[in-house]
């Protein structure tokens, strides 16, 4: 079974903060992908990333993949509260058919 | 255009009772996608159709569990003999069908079934 761990659970901070999120696994991903879903919708693609230690950048959020393609990070920089919501990593392995494999989420509150 | 729908939006329904979830892909998606995802958890894996057939139902808990796709289209998830353990926001996704690798899974807003 793969699993997907991500940490931290809960996150609540200040307007105008940096943040991390953490996504991690003993299993190799062929790519992982990051959504985020608000209450009462569906979760939407962020990013994806394919290539172990690849960097990609979406405005104030940086997302890397691990050398060994087993873990992703989520970085926001300054922190908006239009960030608030439920963040997601996805895992897509060679071995798993076409399936994702979700983490179990990270909640973010951002106050203003 | 139009994104994958989901209905109902809610379902309430009673332990031991049969219910069916619909679900309208992108139009020319082939690739279907059946999750669920209970509260705080992140979308766990039922079933993933492409065109009429069932290319992976390896994430159907169990045999109450069934889903069709007889035109390619819209999906229907059905669940029998209900149990409160089922209680649950399920999410359809659809993608283009091109390559597994690189397709984006486009979800629906989801229904929430509740067991009482």
């Known amino acids: 079974t793969q699993l997907l761990e991500q940490s931290p659970q809960f996150l609540s901070i200040q307007e105008g903060e940096n943040l991390t999120v953490y996504c991690n696994s003993s299993s190799v991903f062929s790519s992982l992908q990051w959504y985020r879903q608000e209450p009462g919708e569906g979760p939407v693609l962020l990013v994806t990333?394919?290539?172990?230690?690849e960097v990609k950048k979406l405005k104030r959020l940086t997302f890397q993949f691990g050398d060994a393609r087993k873990d992703s990070s989520l970085h926001i920089t300054a922190a908006q509260p239009g960030d608030t919501g439920l963040y997601l990593c996805?895992?897509?392995?060679?071995?798993?058919?076409?399936?994702?494999?979700f983490g179990g989420g990270t909640r973010l509150m951002v106050k203003p | 255009g139009a994104g994958v729908s989901q209905t109902p939006s809610n379902k309430v329904t009673e332990k031991g009772k049969y219910v069916e979830l619909r679900c309208d892909p992108i139009s020319g998606h082939t690739a279907l996608y059946w999750y669920r995802q209970s509260l705080g958890q992140g979308p766990e894996f039922l079933i993933y159709f492409q065109g009429t057939g069932a290319a992976d139902d390896s994430g159907l808990p169990n045999d109450r569990f069934f889903a069709v796709r007889p035109e390619g289209s819209v999906s229907t998830l059905k669940i029998q003999r209900t149990e409160r353990g089922d209680s649950a926001v399920y999410l359809c996704?659809?993608?283009?069908?091109?390559?597994?690798?690189?397709?984006?899974?486009?979800f629906g807003p989801g229904t929430r079934l509740t067991v009482l």
């Open positions: 990333v394919v290539t172990g230690g």
């Open positions: 996704a659809s993608s283009p069908g091109w390559d597994r690798y690189t397709d984006t899974q486009y």
């Open positions: 996805a895992g897509l392995s060679n071995n798993a058919g076409n399936m994702l494999t």
